[in-house]
């Protein structure tokens, strides 16, 4: 009963190590009204709220934050920017295979050692089955959770400075959508 406590807590925690947030360091274009953002103030750099900006220019960044219960609703608030320290947009996001497979295959291991040690008198399983069998198995439960679960990618952008002009939205390059596939040739045999 003490290893299947221990799986769920596994599970548990690869869930939350392989879903943190990941920055850019290559600053992003100016949010659009309707991009995600996060914001850090002054008073708590620590701390960023999400939200989504209707408008920002060198004075204030108006924005909309979900706000739950009573059904939940959207509530428009603006900020100035000289109590904003830290904007950063959503650029996307991204899958953590390898970060998964890593902490899965340690906590595995670990399994694997305390499987180990209570296998000692044990016929049916030898310590080294058991070392081996919960590091592949961590590791592997980790990769899945890891592919499956995404996280956040955001880039830091710049705050406008009084005088400073909003720059343009920049075009949009095609209005096709981005296609990605595989295409295998199959040869039928001639009669």
């Known amino acids: ?4 406590r221990l799986s ?4 548990l925690g690869l869930i939350g190590a ?3 947030a990941h920055v850019v360091t290559t600053p ?3 949010p659009v009204p309707g991009s995600r953002i996060r914001y850090a103030v002054r008073s708590d750099t620590t701390r960023f709220v999400d939200a989504r900006m209707v408008s920002l220019d060198a004075d204030s960044l108006v924005f909309e934050r979900f706000i739950a219960g009573d ?7 603006s900020l100035a920017t000289d109590s904003i320290a830290r904007l950063q947009v959503r650029v996307g996001r991204r899958r953590n295979p390898g970060r998964g497979a890593l902490i899965g295959g340690i906590v595995g291991g ?3 050692l305390a499987c180990a040690s209570e296998a000692e008198g044990n016929w049916l399983v030898t310590p080294e089955e058991c070392l081996l069998g919960y590091t592949v198995l961590g590791t ?3 990769l899945l959770i890891g592919t499956l ?3 956040d990618v955001w880039a830091p952008t710049p705050l406008l400075q009084r005088g400073q002009e909003v720059p343009p939205a920049p075009a949009p390059v095609s209005a096709a959508p981005l296609r990605i596939g595989i295409q295998l040739p199959i040869r039928l045999p001639s009669p």
């Open 1 to 4: 009963m003490r290893i299947t």
């Open 8 to 11: 769920v807590m596994l599970g």
């Open 18 to 20: 392989c879903a943190p």
């Open 28 to 30: 992003a274009p100016t």
């Open 71 to 77: 059904g939940g609703r959207w509530i428009v608030t």
């Open 110 to 112: 670990a399994l694997g």
């Open 140 to 142: 592997g439960t980790g």
């Open 149 to 151: 679960v995404r996280s």
